[in-house]
């Protein structure tokens, strides 16, 4: 079952529901989101607990509930709907008002009748407190006996007790505006979800099959659909185009802010901002299952994973309030026993601090910060997959780079055409020889083959036509081409089969030195050599850079290969990189065993042949470029494809570690300072309200400064 719960302005608010609801017989599984509202759980068939049992739990704890039928973007939807209300127009605003106008109206009743002041203020005192003192007793029959409300109640009408009237009066009213504060401050925290939601249109033009567009609902698409993308509209939904070329902004969905320029046969996504022309689109995703709803819920699911350091925060908090309670007891008693103190003094601090002792604060200082960062990874095309993996790379002292398709672009580009005469090299028929490269491979799928062909028809070469065309499997190709019977093999294959000359063997492991994989070209009658093609997967754009913002950070990087020695170091040498060559998987495995010893690790791959390594690493990274496989697979995921987004990342995990560190000090601090002033009697009732409430503001304020991190290296 699922549920959406109205009203949760601090984490503390979650374990309250939580632990009510895990107390009521058949119920399990109880998990609820703070950043996105949403309750999930398990009900027996059999139990005695029904539906109205448990909403009705909810509801007397003080909070909004309403069950979830609806698929995700409608949620979404009703979220936002609930939080487009202004301030005055929530239940707490609503709160505030009221019990603002129920004091205003016993202290002007003071002014005018002075004799009958303090029990104005004690009558709007008992009916401003009675929905508090309500919600405390629930709480505490639920098994939370130590919340805020219960501490505050105490706090109200043992100041009435005492002869605080006034004093009593101004705790209740600090105590509904700090609770509306805080649900303003949480709401703003939650916007990162609905920022991403709202990046899809809600609205699609679909096309029929005689081509004639009208618009519909962007979530009723089925896959197979076609839709009309117009300049300037966003994408509809993930699909292939079918039909027109245009440059997109993919920004929504990956964090590239450069347009792209896609045509027919390309994929879409869902959020991206058509620039230039129309389109005509294929779905292949319904809206509940496109690239960005799919980040949105992963991103949802990991803020709901609890982080280490929440974890920690949490159990300590459990033991912290009942400690001070105990505190404020020894407060009461202690100094009037032992040291002569007056009763009512010390019972007076000894309130104040029952106010002090609320951890909400604290409680919320993790989540929060785990929350604004993860939001933030989003916006930038960093997926991460729980507050665990985002505080672990930040302390990750060693990356371990895959080099294909990581550190190379995973895809071979021709970087060399050598054409040979008798006399020696022939730099003029260069294109001649790359048109006989192209003609021979041009019935083959190796990528090898495709980049040469690629190279050709970007230089605009005419490719003759071949014929006879065949393979010596693993060794060479062999077709006709204008009458030549060719060939094209490796050099070891060319050394036995045609007259490889002294001068051309040099050529060739001058490349191969280069890290370049080398291709022969030579006719097979008179075993002439023809030409050279050399090949090689080239270190992405960004990788030199990001090896060295890595280095900037203290940070190791080591680069794991199975290729050839040779290869391994002409791609490490320009990076300065340390390097691995020749390895399998489990030889990655165990390098990465070794490595773990004395250092936290950090494994980026492809995230398609590099998952045991990828599994074996503190934190798994996956280079993804937006596909399936890579927001599904390891802990991260950076949709860019970029390398230096891995420091992007790491920068982002030490900044949010450090919000965390502050919040847990401007909690822990601001508390201390005034349970001392408290007992010293420098502060008192209402002060101590304040302390708690500006400690959760400061904390979640302080948690949103990470919504505006930018990339700094």
Same mark, same amino acid.
């Given at each position: 079952?699922?549920?959406?719960?109205?009203?949760?302005?601090?984490?503390?608010?979650?374990?309250?529901?939580?632990?009510?609801?895990?107390?009521?017989?058949?119920?399990?599984?109880?998990?609820?989101?703070?950043?996105?509202?949403?309750?999930?759980?398990?009900?027996?068939?059999?139990?005695?607990?029904?539906?109205?049992?448990?909403?009705?739990?909810?509801?007397?704890?003080?909070?909004?509930?309403?069950?979830?039928?609806?698929? &995700?973007?409608?949620?979404?939807?009703?979220?936002?709907?609930?939080?487009?209300?202004?301030?005055?127009?929530?239940?707490?605003?609503? &709160?505030?008002?009221?019990?603002?106008?129920?004091?205003?109206?016993?202290?002007?009743?003071?002014?005018?009748?002075?004799?009958?002041?303090?029990?104005?203020?004690?009558?709007?005192?008992?009916?401003?407190?009675?929905?508090?003192?309500?919600?405390?007793?629930?709480?505490?029959?639920?098994?939370?006996?130590?919340?805020?409300?219960?501490?505050?109640?105490?706090?109200?009408?043992?100041?009435?007790?005492?002869?605080?009237?006034?004093?009593?009066?101004?705790?209740?009213?600090?105590?509904?505006?700090?609770?509306?504060?805080?649900?303003?401050?949480?709401?703003?925290?939650?916007?990162?979800?609905?920022?991403?939601?709202?990046?899809?249109? /809600?609205?699609?033009?679909?096309?029929?099959?005689?081509?004639?567009?009208?618009?519909?609902?962007?979530?009723?698409?089925?896959?197979?659909?076609?839709?009309?993308?117009?300049?300037?509209?966003?994408?509809?939904?993930?699909?292939?185009?079918?039909?027109?070329?245009?440059?997109?902004?993919?920004?929504?969905?990956?964090?590239?802010?450069?347009?792209?320029? /896609?045509?027919?046969?390309?994929?879409?996504?869902?959020?991206?901002?058509?620039?230039?022309?129309?389109?005509?689109?294929?779905?292949?995703?319904?809206?509940?299952?496109?690239?960005?709803?799919?980040?949105?819920?992963?991103?949802?699911?990991?803020?709901?994973?609890?982080?280490?350091?929440?974890?920690?925060?949490?159990?300590?908090?459990?033991?912290?309030?009942?400690?001070?309670?105990?505190?404020?007891?020894?407060?009461?008693?202690?100094?009037?026993?032992?040291?002569?103190?007056?009763?009512?003094?010390?019972?007076?601090?000894?309130?104040?601090?029952?106010?002090?002792?609320?951890?909400?604060?604290?409680?919320?200082?993790?989540?929060?910060?785990?929350?604004?960062?993860?939001?933030?990874?989003?916006?930038?095309?960093?997926?991460?997959?729980?507050?665990?993996?985002?505080?672990?790379?930040?302390?990750?002292?060693?990356?371990?780079?895959?080099?294909?398709?990581?550190?190379?672009?995973?895809?071979?580009?021709?970087?060399?055409?050598?054409?040979?005469?008798?006399?020696?090299?022939?730099?003029?028929?260069?294109?001649?020889?790359?048109?006989?490269?192209?003609?021979?491979?041009?019935?083959?799928?190796?990528?090898?083959?495709?980049?040469?062909?690629?190279?050709?028809?970007?230089?605009?070469?005419?490719?003759?036509?071949?014929?006879?065309?065949?393979?010596?499997?693993?060794?060479?190709?062999?077709?006709?081409? *204008?009458?030549?019977?060719?060939?094209?093999?490796?050099?070891?294959?060319?050394?036995?089969?045609?007259?490889?000359?002294?001068?051309?063997?040099?050529?060739?492991?001058?490349?191969?030195?280069?890290?370049?994989?080398?291709?022969?070209?030579?006719?097979?009658?008179?075993?002439?050599?023809?030409?050279?093609?050399?090949?090689?997967?080239?270190?992405?754009?960004?990788?030199?850079?990001?090896?060295? &913002?890595?280095?900037?950070?203290?940070?190791?990087?080591?680069?794991?290969?199975?290729?050839?020695?040779?290869?391994?170091?002409?791609?490490?040498?320009?990076?300065?990189?340390?390097?691995?060559?020749?390895?399998?998987?489990?030889?990655?495995?165990?390098?990465?065993?070794?490595?773990?010893?004395?250092?936290?690790?950090?494994?980026?791959?492809?995230?398609? *042949?590099?998952?045991?390594?990828?599994?074996?690493?503190?934190?798994?990274?996956?280079?993804?470029?937006?596909?399936?496989?890579?927001?599904?697979?390891?802990?991260?995921?950076?949709?860019?494809?970029?390398?230096?987004?891995?420091?992007?990342?790491?920068?982002?995990?030490?900044?949010?570690?450090?919000?965390?560190?502050?919040?847990?000090?401007?909690?822990?601090?601001?508390?201390?300072?005034?349970?001392?002033?408290?007992?010293?009697?420098?502060?008192?009732?209402?002060?101590?309200?304040?302390?708690?409430?500006?400690?959760?503001?400061?904390?979640?304020?302080?948690?949103?400064?990470?919504?505006?991190?930018?990339?700094?290296?």
């Amino acid at each position: 079952m699922q549920y959406h719960i109205e009203g949760m302005d601090c984490a503390s608010c979650v374990g309250k529901i939580e632990t009510a609801l895990t107390r009521m017989p058949g119920v399990s599984d109880v998990q609820l989101n703070f950043a996105t509202q949403k309750l999930a759980l398990t009900l027996a068939p059999d139990a005695t607990t029904e539906v109205k049992d448990i909403e009705g739990t909810i509801k007397r704890l003080g909070f909004g509930v309403s069950e979830l039928t609806e698929q &995700q973007d409608e949620v979404v939807g009703h979220e936002a709907n609930v939080d487009d209300q202004h301030w005055w127009q929530t239940m707490k605003g609503k &709160q505030v008002i009221g019990i603002g106008l129920l004091m205003s109206a016993a202290y002007m009743l003071s002014l005018v009748f002075p004799a009958y002041g303090a029990w104005a203020f004690i009558i709007a005192v008992v009916i401003g407190v009675l929905p508090f003192a309500r919600k405390a007793l629930t709480l505490a029959t639920a098994g939370s006996p130590f919340s805020i409300e219960m501490l505050m109640s105490i706090a109200a009408l043992g100041a009435l007790i005492i002869g605080e009237a006034e004093e009593a009066a101004a705790v209740v009213f600090l105590f509904s505006v700090g609770e509306l504060l805080e649900s303003v401050a949480a709401d703003r925290a939650r916007a990162g979800i609905r920022a991403l939601a709202s990046l899809v249109p /809600k609205r699609a033009v679909l096309l029929d099959e005689q081509g004639v567009p009208r618009e519909v609902a962007a979530a009723l698409l089925q896959v197979d659909d076609r839709v009309l993308v117009r300049p300037g509209d966003k994408v509809s939904a993930d699909g292939i185009i079918i039909q027109g070329s245009s440059s997109l902004d993919d920004s929504p969905v990956t964090g590239e802010s450069i347009p792209v320029v /896609k045509t027919v046969g390309d994929e879409v996504f869902a959020g991206s901002i058509n620039v230039d022309s129309a389109l005509h689109v294929r779905v292949q995703k319904t809206a509940a299952d496109n690239t960005i709803a799919r980040i949105i819920e992963l991103v949802e699911q990991a803020q709901a994973s609890k982080a280490p350091t929440a974890r920690f925060i949490e159990k300590f908090s459990r033991y912290y309030t009942p400690i001070v309670m105990a505190v404020a007891a020894l407060v009461v008693i202690v100094p009037p026993l032992l040291l002569g103190g007056e009763w009512g003094t010390w019972l007076y601090r000894s309130l104040a601090l029952l106010l002090i002792a609320c951890p909400c604060a604290l409680v919320l200082s993790t989540p929060a910060a785990i929350a604004s960062g993860l939001t933030v990874g989003a916006r930038s095309g960093l997926l991460i997959k729980g507050g665990s993996a985002l505080e672990i790379i930040g302390r990750v002292n060693t990356v371990a780079f895959d080099k294909t398709g990581t550190l190379t672009e995973g895809k071979p580009r021709v970087t060399d055409v050598v054409a040979f005469t008798e006399g020696g090299t022939d730099v003029s028929g260069t294109n001649e020889v790359l048109a006989l490269f192209a003609s021979v491979e041009s019935g083959s799928n190796h990528p090898l083959a495709k980049a040469i062909v690629e190279r050709a028809k970007v230089a605009k070469i005419a490719i003759p036509i071949a014929a006879n065309a065949s393979a010596t499997a693993g060794k060479a190709v062999h077709a006709t081409v *204008n009458g030549r019977s060719l060939a094209i093999g490796s050099p070891i294959y060319a050394a036995d089969e045609s007259l490889l000359l002294p001068d051309q063997q040099v050529q060739i492991e001058s490349l191969q030195s280069e890290g370049k994989t080398v291709s022969v070209l030579f006719d097979e009658h008179s075993a002439d050599v023809i030409g050279l093609v050399a090949l090689r997967d080239e270190l992405r754009d960004d990788a030199r850079q990001g090896v060295a &913002q890595l280095s900037a950070m203290n940070v190791r990087s080591v680069m794991l290969t199975g290729d050839n020695h040779l290869t391994a170091q002409a791609l490490a040498t320009p990076l300065d990189i340390e390097w691995r060559a020749e390895l399998l998987p489990e030889d990655k495995l165990r390098l990465l065993s070794e490595m773990r010893d004395n250092n936290k690790i950090a494994m980026v791959g492809d995230g398609i *042949n590099d998952a045991p390594a990828l599994a074996s690493a503190d934190v798994g990274i996956a280079m993804g470029g937006g596909t399936d496989v890579a927001i599904e697979t390891a802990d991260i995921a950076l949709l860019q494809s970029r390398v230096t987004d891995v420091a992007h990342l790491i920068a982002l995990s030490r900044a949010t570690l450090a919000n965390i560190h502050q919040n847990v000090i401007f909690a822990l601090g601001l508390k201390g300072i005034f349970l001392i002033t408290t007992i010293l009697g420098i502060t008192g009732l209402w002060i101590a309200v304040l302390a708690d409430t500006c400690a959760t503001i400061l904390v979640t304020l302080n948690a949103l400064r990470l919504l505006r991190f930018k990339k700094t290296l």
